[in-house]
């Protein structure tokens, strides 16, 4: 079963503008994390934030966590065509595994 | 590029066959992880294996198995396959045990067609 879901499933923007996607998850966390996969390649770790972090920056990216609201973003700033990519939220636990959600495909043009 | 190395790309096989995807792992890391990426069921846990040990199994079938060798390397054996099997099959790695939900490092997949 899924953890982690996010919202939208799917986003189209223009380069320049900025993407936001969401994460929400169920149970208690020690961390969720960002990927990035491109298609039909491996997931990129993008970003990592801790459970008793509110906010976190990396480049032209921009976590932030809610765990009151069990809940996550990712803001992505200035988009680029080579954003385009499937963004997945992942859950971290104390059970040794990372659970994924389903992905938000996002489509910058150019 | 991760440092995590997947063999093979690609694999077409018929039902009922028997299929072994290796993975070596980036340089230094002890733990490897088996994920199963299809349309409908998303990314899916398979197992951990850290420093040649199981640590956590999750969605796995009795069909599926897989080990870490003393070199770290691992393999994933999947046998009396059926239709519904086919996915991309990843392999990630992560320094340590993995107890706190690391972050992973990916190889690009094998992709599993069963025809």
């Known amino acids: 079963s899924q953890q982690g879901e996010e919202d939208p499933q799917a986003l189209s923007i223009q380069e320049g503008e900025n993407a936001t996607m969401n994460c929400s998850y169920k149970t208690s966390i020690n961390n969720l994390q960002w990927y990035r996969q491109n298609s039909g390649r491996g997931l990129v770790h993008l970003i990592l934030?801790?459970?008793?972090?509110r906010e976190k920056h990396s480049g032209r990216l921009r976590v932030t966590l809610d765990t009151s609201k069990k809940s996550s973003s990712l803001l992505i700033t200035a988009s680029r065509a080579a954003d385009t990519a499937s963004y997945f939220c992942a859950t971290g636990g104390s059970n040794y595994k990372l659970t994924f959600g389903k992905g938000t495909l996002l489509t910058v043009n150019p | 590029d991760s440092g995590v190395t997947q063999t093979p790309k690609h694999l077409i096989t018929a039902t009922g066959q028997r299929v072994t995807l290796r993975c070596s792992p980036r340089?230094?890391?002890?733990?490897v992880y088996w994920y199963q990426q299809s349309l409908d069921q998303g990314l899916q846990f398979l197992i951990q294996?850290?420093?040649?040990?199981?640590?956590a199994k999750g969605n796995i079938l009795e069909r599926f198995s897989a080990q870490q060798f003393p070199d770290l390397h691992s393999e994933l054996n999947l046998s009396s396959l059926e239709l519904g099997d086919s996915a991309l099959y990843f392999c990630?790695?992560?320094?340590?045990?993995?107890?706190?939900?690391?972050?992973?490092?990916f190889g690009n997949g094998t992709r599993l067609t069963v025809t």
């Open positions: 934030i801790r459970s008793n972090e």
């Open positions: 990630a790695s992560s320094g340590d045990s993995g107890g706190s939900g690391p972050p992973l490092h």
């Open positions: 294996y850290y420093n040649g040990e199981e640590r």
């Open positions: 340089s230094g890391d002890l733990s």
